[in-house]
């Protein structure tokens, strides 16, 4: 399964900041949520952009969807 081997590559930090963005929080309040400086958010952000190929965050979170590193809840 290729979603069990790209695991591994993102760490909990990560997906928690993914987990967060699913949920419609903004930067912002995640950096709070986290008990980190928003600059350290805007970078993990960043990355996850990068890493799937993605602009936006709605772009970011399809992706994410798509290869099941999280979930959209209704």
Known sequence: MQSNQRDWHLDSQSRTVLRLLAHGLHVGEIALELHVPVRRV?????????????VTNEHLISRAVSEGFTYLKD
Not at 43 to 49: A, E, V
């Open 42 to 54: 805007y970078s993990i952000r960043r990355r996850l952009r990068r890493r799937f190929g993605a």
